[in-house]
Structures are given as structure tokens and as C-alpha cells.
């Protein structure tokens, strides 16, 4: 496990592994179906079965969005990826031990959350909420990267989740649109943070970090510390277990802007948002390789 906040123990269970293991790269996927949905912008998606609780999952209302019983999942809503997103619901729906327990938050741009529309005609028992992401502020402080598709404003929403969702909501599991879970979701959601820990993510070991940072980057003496005495180890931020108290606590949205900031003034980074999230946990509260 990836542990962030500074907490220097043996990291509890479950493993590294068992993170990875949740989660497999998008195949095609076809969801059985009784009828057909199609979004305004005529893509067509089947309905997918009704799945239920077992006896031993804790009752909660479903007008109840806000409940710590519940497994919250947060994901992006947008067009190019929304086949990604409906295989994404419906493995994490059929994997699920209590999938009337889980409760999904969907962020969007204003232009695209009659998304959701598609979202309810497939998946129509759903406990979901849509969050419009007024990607303006964040447009003017994301620099171009090697690939188009990291220059999008919804890549970045995964930074402003504790300003877009609502306080009554203290630990979510962000997962991005292309994945598929093959377990229960719920195991994840329960990974132990510890004292102190902001979120927990799939470990990569062995990296070259020099590809994540450009020269500039390096050939600071004060920037080029922030990985010095750690081991070339860096997280996957598409599967992230965040504990929302906390970096509410530390401002860490606030961190994540000071540092993309600092990248349109000296294009330290050429990844799109993931360097930035690296150097804003890296630098101070984690334990890389531990």
C-alpha cells in the first residue's frame, strides 16, 4: 500500500497487491440487458439487472447520501469515456456483497451532466448524485502535456473532491473511468488509513522519476529534494481511498494549485495531473517504499 501522511509504521493489511488485484484495465464489456437507454447524444446503453443486498448489509434510507454505513464512490462523468463508466457501475453493482449500500458521485462539466440521463436509464435503482465542476478556475492552470487526453479539466476534478462534495461525506474511494472491478468494492473502501494518513493508492516501485520531471525540475536544488533519501516509488492516483476530513484539514486542493501554478511559470512536469499530486504528498507526508 501506498501510505500518505507521514505515518512511518508498518503499513496494516490489506497488501499492495490486494489494491491491484481489485482492479483490471477496461476490456469490451457487455451488460445484460432487458431494455435500451440512449443519451441525448444518441449513444445507446442496455439496462442492467436490479442487484440487491444480502441479508447481513446494514439497512440504510436511499434518500440517504450522506451515511458512513454506506461505500461513497466518486468517478468523472464525461462523454469519450462514458462506455468506460457504465462497465465500471455495473462491476462494482456485481461484485458488490451490499450494492444498495454504495453511493455514487458523479462530477461533471456543466455541458455534460445530462450524462447522468444515461446513468438512471441503465442502472435505473441507483443511489447517485451528479456534481456540475466549473472547470474554468482549473482550464487556466493546466499547462499541455505529451498527450491531449491529460489536458482535460476533468482530469483535475479528482484534486477538488473535498470542495465539491458535500462535508457530510468523510471517506470516498475515486476511482477513474477505465476500470473494472472484479471484487468487492467494499474491501477496498475499508483499507485502514491510519493516524494522520490523507489516502491510500497502488504502489509502483522501481520508477524512473525522471520521466515524470523536466530538467528545470531537477536542476533546482530545492525542488530536486523532494524525492531525495526516498525510494523511486510513486502511486496511481485513478484508484485512490481519500480520507475527505483530512485533506480538508490540510488544504490540500490549495497545495495542488500552488504547484500548477508553479508549473506554468517553470514547466517542471510534462504528465498532466499526476506530478503535481506526486510533489504535493511526496514532498512532505509520505513514506515512499516503506
Not at 70 to 85: I, S
Not at 200 to 228: H, K, Q, R
Not at 262 to 284: A, D
Request: proline letters at 7%; glycine letters at 4%; hydrophobic letters at 40%.
Amino acid at each position: 500500500m501506498f501510505k500518505l501522511g507521514g505515518l512511518k509504521s508498518t503499513p496494516p493489511s490489506p497488501s499492495p497487491h490486494h489494491l491491484l488485484c481489485l482492479l483490471l484495465l477496461l476490456p469490451i464489456i457487455i451488460i445484460n440487458a432487458t431494455t435500451t437507454a440512449t443519451t441525448a447524444s444518441g449513444r445507446r446503453f442496455k439496462e442492467a439487472p436490479q442487484y440487491d443486498n444480502s441479508p447481513a448489509c446494514p439497512s440504510i434510507s436511499t434518500q440517504d447520501m450522506c451515511s458512513q454505513q454506506a461505500v461513497h464512490v466518486a468517478m468523472t462523468l464525461d462523454y469519450p469515456y462514458l462506455r468506460g463508466t457504465m462497465a465500471a457501475i455495473f462491476s462494482i453493482l456485481q461484485h458488490s456483497s451490499c450494492p444498495e449500500n454504495i453511493r455514487f458521485h458523479f462530477i461533471s462539466t456543466p455541458s455534460s451532466t445530462h450524462l447522468h440521463e444515461a446513468i438512471s436509464s441503465s442502472f435505473p435503482y441507483l443511489r447517485s448524485q451528479i456534481y456540475s465542476f466549473d472547470t474554468y478556475p482549473v482550464s487556466g492552470l493546466i499547462s499541455s502535456s505529451i498527450r491531449s487526453a491529460l489536458d482535460s479539466p476533468l482530469n483535475y476534478a479528482r484534486n477538488y473532491l473535498a470542495n465539491i462534495l458535500p462535508p457530510c461525506v468523510q471517506k470516498v474511494v475515486y476511482l477513474d473511468s477505465d476500470l473494472v472491478l472484479v471484487d468487492d468494492i467494499a474491501l477496498l473502501a475499508a483499507t485502514p488509513l491510519g493516524a494522520g494518513t490523507v489516502l491510500a493508492a497502488p504502489e509502483y516501485c522501481n520508477a524512473n522519476f525522471t520521466i515524470y520531471f523536466t530538467p528545470t525540475f531537477w536542476a533546482n536544488p530545492l525542488l530536486s529534494l523532494t524525492f531525495s533519501e526516498r525510494n523511486a516509488c510513486y502511486f496511481n492516483t485513478g484508484v485512490m481511498v481519500i480520507d475527505l476530513e483530512r485533506w480538508r484539514e490540510g488544504d490540500y486542493t490549495t497545495k495542488l494549485v500552488e504547484w500548477m501554478e508553479l508549473q506554468k511559470r517553470m514547466r517542471i512536469y510534462e504528465l498532466g495531473s499526476l506530478p503535481s499530486v506526486l510533489v504535493s504528498f511526496c514532498r512532505e507526508y509520505c513514506v515512499c517504499g516503506s
